[in-house]
């Protein structure tokens, strides 16, 4: 056992020599793409290979930090039963997810992917003269490269990313297969509680159950829409086991995928789709303003901005709630992207809330139902892909981007006000979940140097969040390219403040590239599940669950949305707006309903499915960063208020069109 856990160990330290190496990356990527704003802006000149010099260090950060990260235990898992286990029954869990999911993964990506890479290298021949200069010139002329004037060559290099990212995380992948099974061959405890060998055996259980119900798989001979609604099925229990959600997804995937779908189509699909959300500008906002995020936490800005706010409303309980929310919506607005706006506020004000005394509960769903205001406050990245897909569903520019931004002011607007009248009302009947300020405070706030804490609180923070997010609404930078000035601008901050080191620019790049892995494993994961589930056929069952209705147009609205709401507990959101609306978009034209208001709906719903338990995205963010003492229950427990309030505003756009259709 000494020998596993030795082996074991030193694939652990080889992820942490290459995970700490490669998180150097992140700080790289900030001025990389700072540089290139400064190269268009300043000089006339912006360079293409820049741009893509970018995207090559936001990849090679999450591919080659993902196996960094699961030796930290940074990538998410549903903790509802995995943590009420043994030591030994989170063993078991553990063994059976590496050799079920997360191994298989790996082995699968690796050999794909590796053909992959093998398609970019030149084909037959060599250089006509010897030496190595000459081959190296030889390789850039004939090797696959940019398809972009100005950009780089030799795109087989990062294309090796994926191979490399996949051949790391399969090391610490079996390093977790060997120190559980240490664990479970250990000599039995004898002081094991009657109740620990209880849960255990109800893990025994369901996986016989899970065996049973590839029994009736073959013994019933299930297809098509079968096999989809079954892969929800299992994957539903398989996340509750507690194994990491990204390698559940994927590893799901490809069990179903080798057994019952074009295995061929779908294994050499698998690589492109990863190769395709590597290349997309905007998905590189994700790090960029998790680093702004956690700079500005290193700073002490962020909190000092939060409970000066907080201050602000006095001896008011619910104060500190009502301020998240506010600076929640604003970084909402300046990153468009559900994931990093979660992220960034969990890390800022989650710890001030809990030290705080606030109610877990209330503190989650407030950050959580607030980070996903991004999903509907423009610039939205959903709406923006909405547009595109209505538009060309319809055939013709009947809900422009410009349109979407401006209806989707008022839902906005009511979801913020919603959220915070929910808060007052948590305050005023039960203030213990929110507590107030303590009055020495206040009355020292207000009696010693009010307006010099205001100025140095809010003067700062706010000028940095108001220049990333005028310089996106004013069109002067892209989300990405403002995310990278907010980074580098929350660092020159911290260097004000006299907190900037080296022991900080290093803890910062650590724990951005943590979190990277974490929200963008979790998508390849969910894009493998959502490529089988379209191959057996589910996208083809919701269309004809849709189509076969033949129902009036409210009636098939309510549906549309129903379904949509559903999906979103499953899949992303990307998949859906890709997968249902060319569908549904027709039909809605021959209805003669304004497509304007239809994509606002649409975004509504998928906000709302971003914090439905137990498959919410946002949830996992959210978790991602919570300190340990926060469970997933209490996650979902506290989100139920704010979803609600989500359907609510949902029902009121769907009854009054008007509101959303004032400003088009």
Not at 180 to 209: Q, W, Y
Not at 343 to 369: D, F, H, N, Q, W
């Amino acid at each position: 056992m000494e020998i596993i856990r030795r082996i074991a160990g030193f694939a652990g330290l080889f992820n942490e020599w290459i995970g700490r190496w490669v998180s150097w990356l992140a700080s790289l990527l900030v001025l990389v793409v700072v540089a290139n704003v400064i190269m268009r802006y300043f000089f006339a000149s912006s360079q293409q290979w820049l741009g893509e010099l970018a995207w090559h260090l936001f990849a090679t950060l999450f591919l080659l930090g993902a196996g960094y990260a699961l030796r930290h235990g940074r990538h998410v898992r549903v903790d509802v039963i995995y943590s009420k286990l043994s030591e030994k029954g989170r063993s078991w869990i553990d063994l059976g997810g590496s050799v079920l999911f997360l191994i298989p993964f790996c082995l699968l990506s690796i050999s794909r992917s590796w053909d992959y890479v093998l398609r970019a290298l030149p084909r037959g021949g060599g250089p006509k003269e010897s030496g190595i200069w000459n081959y190296l010139h030889w390789l850039v002329e004939n090797a696959e490269s940019s398809d972009q004037p100005g950009g780089l060559p030799l795109r087989f290099i990062i294309k090796m990313m994926i191979v490399l990212g996949f051949a790391f995380l399969l090391l610490q992948a079996i390093s977790l297969f060997l120190e559980a099974l240490a664990s479970v061959i250990r000599p039995k405890n004898p002081d094991s509680t009657h109740a620990e060998r209880t849960r255990f055996r109800g893990v025994i259980v369901t996986v016989c159950m899970l065996i049973i119900s590839w029994l009736v798989i073959f013994t019933f001979n299930l297809h098509g829409e079968g096999l989809a609604v079954l892969l929800f099925a299992e994957l539903f229990v398989f996340i509750l086991m507690g194994f990491p959600v990204a390698f559940t997804l994927g590893g799901a995937a490809v069990l179903f995928g080798f057994f019952f779908a074009d295995s061929t189509l779908f294994f050499n699909f698998l690589p492109m789709r990863f190769f395709g959300f590597m290349k997309q500008e905007i998905l590189m906002a994700v790090p960029l303003f998790i680093y702004m995020g956690i700079m500005l936490e290193k700073s002490g800005l962020a909190e000092r901005l939060l409970e000066t706010m907080a201050l602000l409303f006095g001896r008011f309980r619910g104060g500190l709630a009502l301020a998240v929310i506010v600076v929640g919506a604003l970084l909402a607005a300046s990153t468009g992207i559900v994931g990093a706006t979660v992220v960034t506020m969990g890390l800022i004000s989650l710890p001030t809330m809990l030290k705080r005394g606030y109610s877990t509960e209330l503190a989650t769903g407030t950050i959580a139902s607030s980070g996903t205001l991004g999903q509907i406050i423009p610039p939205s990245i959903v709406l923006i892909l909405l547009s595109s897909q209505l538009s060309s569903a319809a055939g013709s520019s009947m809900a422009t981007v410009g349109d979407l931004f401006k209806a989707a002011v008022i839902p906005a607007a009511m979801l913020v006000l919603g959220y915070m009248l929910y808060v007052v009302g948590v305050a005023l009947f039960k203030g213990e979940k929110a507590p107030a300020m303590p009055p020495e405070e206040v009355k020292l706030f207000r009696e010693k140097g009010m307006g010099k804490r205001l100025l140095s609180a809010f003067l700062l923070p706010m000028a940095l969040i108001v220049a990333v997010l005028g310089s996106i609404f004013a069109g002067i930078a892209s989300p990405t390219e403002a995310a990278a000035v907010g980074a580098l601008g929350a660092t020159l901050l911290t260097l004000m403040e006299g907190k900037f080191s080296f022991k900080i620019i290093r803890e910062v790049a650590q724990e951005t590239t943590h979190l990277t892995c974490m929200v963008f494993l979790i998508l390849l994961g969910a894009t493998a599940f959502s490529l089988v589930f379209r191959d057996l056929g589910g996208d083809l069952y919701l269309v004809d669950l849709i189509t076969s209705a033949n129902l009036p147009p409210w009636a098939f609205l309510l549906m549309v949305m129903l379904i949509i709401f559903v999906a979103g507990f499953f899949i992303d959101f990307i998949e859906i707006i890709f997968i249902i609306v060319p569908v549904v978009t027709p039909v809605f034209v021959a209805y003669d309903m304004n497509l304007v208001w239809i994509g606002v709906l649409m975004a509504l719903n998928l906000q709302t499915s971003f914090l439905s338990p137990p498959f919410g995205f946002s949830l996992f963010y959210l978790k991602g960063v919570a300190p340990p003492s926060v469970t997933t229950s209490q996650i979902y427990k506290g989100i139920v208020p704010f979803v609600l309030i989500q359907l609510i505003v949902l029902a009121v756009a769907i009854m009054f069109p008007e509101l959303v259709l004032f400003w088009v």
